[in-house]
């Protein structure tokens, strides 16, 4: 009777498999099912920055490459090809949105976020905005969804940006202060809180 082979996933097989299965557009890993190897020392900070075995990923198309296998199971992050799928860490999102584009304007106004790695967003229905406050300092930390589970950081340019576009509404009987895109109102704060 013969061993079975262990695997031990790694950074280049991983790259070499998105490489393989990579078409025009995002690979379908929403459909693969394959099995969980463990988890790999790749880390993602909150600036947007991807780190191997503790140093940065310095080429933005290696980066890219793995962005495009990444996917959320649950709280867990994933780097998920059609034969295996490993855990890696995530500080805060995964993607930083870096800029956005703004036409028309009042609730005709659509807002298109582009973010560290090339992907675009339309906020709306679909890719929603929201703002989580941290409770010990109050400061805001706005996302964007880009796609299935997967958010985007406001950078802080943008987020300063965004407020300068900003309404108020009534929700529930209450004044929010927030943006309008794609028909949709995103709060951002209760108007009384900004004094």
Known sequence: MTAQNSVTPSADGLAASARAIKERGLP????WN???????????????????LGSPIKRPAMV????????KDGDDY????????????VEDAPFVATDFEVSGEGEAQVLTFHT???DEAVAGADHPIRVAI??????????VLVRANLEALIDRKSFYRLVELGAEREIDGE???GVWSSGEFFPIAPADALG
């Open 134 to 143: 941290d409770p010990d300092s109050g400061e805001p930390s706005p996302y």
């Open 28 to 31: 379908p890993v929403h459909k």
């Open 116 to 118: 560290h790695v090339g």
């Open 78 to 89: 994933v780097l998920v090809t059609p034969v295996e799928k490993v855990g890696i860490t």
């Open 34 to 52: 394959p099995p969980f190897l463990g988890d790999i020392d790749m880390r993602i900070a909150r600036d947007g920055t991807w780190y191997y």
């Open 175 to 177: 004044g929010w202060f």
């Open 64 to 71: 890219k490459l793995f962005s495009s296998i990444l996917r």
